[in-house]
């Protein structure tokens, strides 16, 4: 069996390991089965070949090739972790891209940033709903690390991608070695912060201290990566013809007046709490001094000019439009950092002005656009993605959006994949091009924009529009990260044969801070945290083997207040000392 995976270029580091001790020797080609050039020995030590171990590669050619293989020998070995494979070789791509640290990508007013110049996205969603030989929903996952680089990246990479949309990630998995080999192929990651179980509602607009505590340790977990491009706060949300239609549903005698009352109402509630969710999540990266990731939402493509007399549908007409929203998410001070938007305008065959009245609609934000889901469908008729040029070329949309994103790399039913998942003889994931979801065209189309120089962007807003209804939206923002307060947590566990002595701090089960092991029986480690007032809080200590963490004492929901020192010398079971 052969593992695909990527290092950085001609001369890369590894971004796994694998091997045991042994005497490795490494030959380099071009595309036929004759060796380009040989690395003799490379010893290595009982670890296998560690992280950050280089391997060095005379190139055949000048300039050097795009990409090689190079496939990793060894006279007697095992390779395991992080997968046990009977095999005495290793096939690996090698990029000729930089090694060095991928640059984190910025905003400047109305346009994405790497370094000096604009950033225009070129992206494919990549949702784990269509990869039904996961574990558990996170294509990104170190335990998903076999698939997502001999099956998923390939494809990736030969889309020519510099973005990949992913809508599910755990973060209590480390995601490194997906994070790593993307970066070494220069492509960034829009990660969600949401999922279904952790959002706000979309009928309620409920923001629940858990949805906060979830997007915080996404957070966590992605802020250590320079290619997490930005996060986002919701998918949809707000989608108010879906909205006004279950209204109308659970009240069904119910006028169209009425209707449409409370479906405003609702985006209200709806809008101010995405908005709270946003500043929760920027409040939340200023206080730990991590970089400025931008912070947005994906909208769906409901403006208001969909919701006039001129709608069929009474029960809409009057309703606020997604683009009017938009203006309230991405005002003020602390406002959302970009707008997304999942738009299947363009169709196979469709006019190349398409995406025009997109434009429009962006024209009044002062933050960066982008679509967030594209590739609309046609009966029986391969999508040609022909509308990918008018982001370079029409300026009704390169001054006003930031790129695309396609819709979707695996296929879940609806028709939108590119591929299809299936298994190989040997019993390894394999992809398929769909017959109409144009993978070969998208390819071609985004192969011709990676050559294009980034156009010019618009300044500055260009036009307004009526915001007097979202202007009702109550000033008071529902906030989890203004509700926190600081407490002291004092550890007094030691590190010995059962636990490590470090400790974590839990409301509602999300951990909230860690604080390491006491210094000695009668010196604890202490570290200032936020918590939320009110809620119970739990201190367990992290076992030397196992997942199972250990309780060590808690504190009622009543005492969790303000300015309280928290002590674990106790009993572990019984309540926390208080000062």
């Known amino acids: 069996m052969k593992l695909d995976l990527e290092i950085c270029e001609l001369q890369g580091t590894i971004v796994a390991a694998f091997g045991s001790a042994g005497f490795w020797q490494a030959t380099f080609y071009t595309g036929s089965p004759i060796p380009a050039s040989v690395l003799p020995g490379m010893p290595v030590s009982g670890q296998g070949i560690p992280i950050g171990a280089i391997v060095t590669a005379v190139s055949p050619s000048s300039p050097a090739p795009l990409a090689m293989t190079v496939v990793l020998t060894s006279p007697s070995h095992t390779l395991n972790n992080p997968f046990v494979v009977s095999s005495t070789s290793v096939t690996m791509h090698v990029f000729n891209r930089p090694s060095s640290s991928i640059q984190s990508v910025s905003i400047n007013n109305k346009a994405f940033m790497l370094g000096p110049d604009r950033f225009v996205i070129r992206g494919v969603a990549v949702d784990a709903k269509g990869a039904e030989f996961l574990g558990y929903p996170d294509v990104l996952a170190d335990e998903h690390f076999e698939p997502f680089f001999g099956a998923l990246l390939p494809k990736i990479i030969a889309l020519n991608v510099n973005c990949i949309r992913v809508y599910q990630v755990h973060p209590s998995h480390s995601h490194v070695l997906a994070m790593n080999a993307l970066a070494n192929a220069g492509i960034y990651v829009m990660v969600a912060l949401a999922t279904s179980e952790f959002s706000v509602k979309q009928m309620t607009g409920d923001y629940s201290y858990e949805t906060y505590l979830h997007a915080t340790q996404v957070l966590r977990e992605f802020q250590t990566y320079n290619n997490t491009l930005c996060v986002s706060v919701g998918n949809e949300v707000e989608f108010p013809g879906q909205q006004a239609a279950n209204i109308a549903i659970e009240n069904p005698s119910w006028t169209s007046t009425q209707i449409v009352q409370a479906t405003i109402a609702l985006e209200l509630n709806v809008a101010l709490a995405m908005k709270s969710f946003a500043q929760d999540v920027k409040a939340f990266l200023r206080a730990n001094n991590y970089r400025a990731i931008p912070v947005g939402c994906a909208m769906q493509d409901g403006p208001q000019s969909s919701w006039t007399k001129s709608n069929p549908e009474k029960n809409q007409v009057g309703i606020i439009g997604t683009d009017t929203i938009a203006t309230y998410y991405a005002s003020g001070d602390d406002g959302m950092d970009f707008i997304g938007i999942n738009s299947y305008a363009y169709v196979p065959g469709g006019s190349p002005t398409s995406y025009d009245h997109l434009g429009a609609e962006c024209s009044p934000l002062s933050v960066p656009v982008f679509l967030t889901e594209s590739g609309g469908l046609k009966a029986d008729t391969e999508r040609d993605w022909a509308i990918v040029p008018a982001m370079y070329n ?125 210094q000695s029986s009668t010196t604890p480690t202490s570290q200032t945290i936020q918590v939320v007032p009110g809620v119970h809080l739990t201190i367990q200590a992290q076992p030397t083997t196992g997942n199972d963490w250990l309780e060590v004492c808690g504190v009622s929901a009543s005492m969790v207040i303000a300015g309280i020192t928290v002590k674990t010398d106790v009993q572990w079971g019984s309540p926390c000392k208080l000062d």
């Open 394 to 518: 029409d300026a009704n949309v390169y001054l006003q959006l930031s790129g695309q994103v396609a819709f979707q790399l695996l296929e879940e039913g609806a028709g939108f994949g590119l591929y299809v998942t299936g298994q190989g003889s040997g019993g390894e994931i394999s992809l398929t091009a769909t017959p109409l979801g144009g993978a070969k065209k998208l390819q071609e189309q985004f192969v011709w924009a990676a050559k294009q120089s980034p156009p010019q962007v618009a300044t500055s807003p260009t036009s307004t529009i009526a915001t007097t209804i979202v202007n009702q939206i109550p000033p008071d923002p529902i906030n989890w990260w203004h509700r926190s307060a600081s407490i002291k947590v004092e550890n007094y566990t030691l590190a010995s044969n059962n636990v490590t002595g470090l400790v974590q701090v839990l409301q509602m089960g999300v951990m909230v801070g860690t604080i390491g092991p006491a």
